[in-house]
C-alpha cells in the first residue's frame, strides 16, 4: 500500500523557517515525482512547488519562488520543501502527494492544479502557522 507521511510542520514567527518532509513507504520514491500542495481554511488547494522522479527539474508556485526550495534524497525516500521567510499568508495544512512517473519526465504541466488523475497519491498533510 502506497503511503505518503508529512512532517516537520509547526509554528514559526514571520521571517521564520522550517523545513517539511515527505517520507513513502510501501513504494520506491524514486520512480515518482512529488508534489507540494497546500489548503488554507476557505481556500482551495493550491500547487506549491513540484520535484521530477530525477529530481533534475523543479517547479515553483510564483508565490513562493525565491524562498522555498524543494529537494529529494532518493537513497532516503524523502523529499524536502525548505520554506524561508515565511509570511502569514503561508499559513495552511501543507500535503505530498506522488505520480508515477517515466525516466527524465518533468512534472506535468498541469501539476499546480493537483488533480487526482496527476497525483494518485496523498498524504495526510501537516499544519504549518506563520504568526508573531
Known amino acids: 500500500q502506497l503511503q505518503l507521511v508529512e512532517s516537520g510542520g509547526g509554528l514559526v514567527q514571520p521571517g521564520g523557517s522550517l523545513r517539511l518532509s515527505c517520507a513513502a513507504s510501501?513504494?520506491?520514491?524514486?520512480?515518482?515525482?512529488i508534489g507540494w500542495f497546500r489548503q488554507a481554511p476557505g481556500k482551495d488547494r493550491e500547487g506549491v512547488s513540484c520535484?521530477?522522479?530525477?529530481?533534475?527539474?523543479?517547479n515553483y508556485a510564483d508565490s513562493v519562488k525565491g524562498r522555498f526550495t524543494i529537494s529529494r534524497d532518493n537513497a532516503k525516500n524523502t523529499v524536502y520543501l525548505r520554506m524561508n521567510s515565511l509570511k502569514p499568508e503561508d499559513t495552511a495544512v501543507y500535503y505530498c502527494?506522488?505520480?508515477?512517473?517515466?525516466?527524465?519526465?518533468?512534472?506535468?504541466?498541469?501539476?499546480?492544479?493537483?488533480?487526482?488523475?496527476?497525483?494518485?497519491?496523498w498524504g495526510q498533510g501537516t499544519q504549518v502557522t506563520v504568526s508573531s
Open positions: 520535484i521530477s522522479r530525477s529530481g533534475a527539474s523543479t
Open positions: 510501501g513504494f520506491t520514491l524514486n520512480t515518482y515525482a
Open positions: 502527494a506522488a505520480k508515477k512517473s517515466a525516466p527524465n519526465l518533468k512534472c506535468p504541466s498541469s501539476w499546480y492544479m493537483g488533480r487526482q488523475a496527476d497525483f494518485g497519491s
